[in-house]
């Protein structure tokens, strides 16, 4: 279960364009761009401008075409969704949107959330969690099924992998994923191959305590993982399959009390794996299995570029937790 607004909890396929999804922390340069405003809450499209890292600038969120839509009602249904509930939002409000919730709340999804492009889910203010199984992660494949879609389409799944994600460019920030099996999986399946051209951006996340693996794993693409505090894993935290490329940079890995130490995981067929650490801190014996250790760098336009803080740094990115952060460097 994510903490705030897990923001893209939920299990997206075809996703063709950047979906922002939000919520509130301190001190990243995203949360700097905002949070000197005092009336961010009568701006909040403001926010659009700060995003960084591979989604760049969402500006095509921002505007008289934008309906802005409130969460009242915390309960689902996956096909006959009720107006106030978050899959009316995403699914029932046509074109581009913008969700915010009127309070704090508790959502269990009954089924995967289907959310299209040009969609801002925003828990700013609120302390919303989305659980039972059915956001990024799932404890299990989903099995044939139908629900509600974007643009109030009925939509029927197949058995795929019900955490995973089909994107090009994305950015995943500023969420506290916890008690998780399998948390991401970027790339949809083996044979998408024009996954090759994924492009993600991983930063200012918790993971933990109490997630297994998949934070996050990649089928082929390229992932720049950033500024995120990782609170032990039971696998692994870090994986690969397909050929992807990985650059972990400047997070705080604190390893489980079991004797898997291991942050990453490579998947042994198809090609080669690209895995590189630069600046990352290691505590209670993490250790990072080095691959390849060139070509792994983000190449950001002026856009999309942010100031990655140093490791040691990382109560100030992820301040939400920084007293846990300050009690595990005595480790």
Same mark, same amino acid.
């Given at each position: ?109 009954? %089924? ?11 828990? $700013?203010?609120?302390?919303? &969690? @989305? !659980? +039972? ?19 109030? %389409? ?11 994600? $089909?994107?090009?460019?994305? &950015? @995943? !920030? +500023? ?157």
């Amino acid at each position: 279960m994510a903490s705030f607004l897990s923001t893209i909890c939920a299990f997206v396929i075809f996703l063709s364009t950047t979906v922002l999804l939000v919520h509130g922390q301190a001190l990243n340069p995203i949360d700097k761009c905002w949070r000197t405003n005092a009336q961010w809450r009568r701006y909040r499209q403001q926010l659009a401008t700060c995003s960084a890292g591979f989604a760049g600038k969402m500006t095509n969120n921002i505007g008289k075409d934008v309906t802005r839509y409130v969460v009242t009602d915390p309960s689902d249904d996956p096909l006959k969704p009720k107006p106030g509930t978050l899959r009316f939002g995403t699914t029932l409000i046509k074109g581009k949107k913008w969700i915010t919730f009127k309070r704090s709340m508790n959502i269990q999804l009954h %089924k995967p959330l289907l959310i299209s492009s040009f969609t801002t889910i925003d828990g $700013r203010g609120t302390n919303v &969690h @989305i !659980s +039972n199984g059915a956001c990024l992660i799932v404890y299990k494949a989903q099995p044939p099924s139908s629900i509600m879609g974007p643009d109030a %389409k009925i939509i029927s799944l197949g058995q795929v992998d019900a955490d995973a994600i $089909r994107l090009v460019h994305h &950015h @995943i !920030s +500023n969420n506290w994923f916890r008690n998780q099996d399998k948390v991401m999986l970027l790339g949809h399946d083996d044979g998408y191959i024009r996954d090759r051209n994924m492009k993600v951006t991983v930063a200012f996340n918790h993971f933990g305590p109490h997630c297994n693996q998949r934070m996050p794993r990649l089928r082929y693409g390229y992932a720049h993982v950033a500024n995120n505090l990782y609170d032990g894993w039971t696998q692994y935290a870090i994986g690969g399959s397909m050929s992807p490329r990985v650059k972990s940079e400047s997070n705080f890995f604190i390893a489980p009390n079991s004797e898997n130490k291991e942050v990453t995981w490579k998947q042994n067929k198809n090609g080669q794996k690209f895995f590189y650490s630069v600046g990352d801190l290691f505590k209670n014996g993490a250790s990072f299995s080095r691959t390849m250790a060139g070509r792994a760098r983000p190449n950001y336009n002026p856009e999309q570029a942010f100031k990655v803080a140093a490791a040691s740094n990382a109560c100030e990115v992820i301040d939400e937790f920084s007293w846990r952060l300050t009690m595990l460097q005595e480790i």
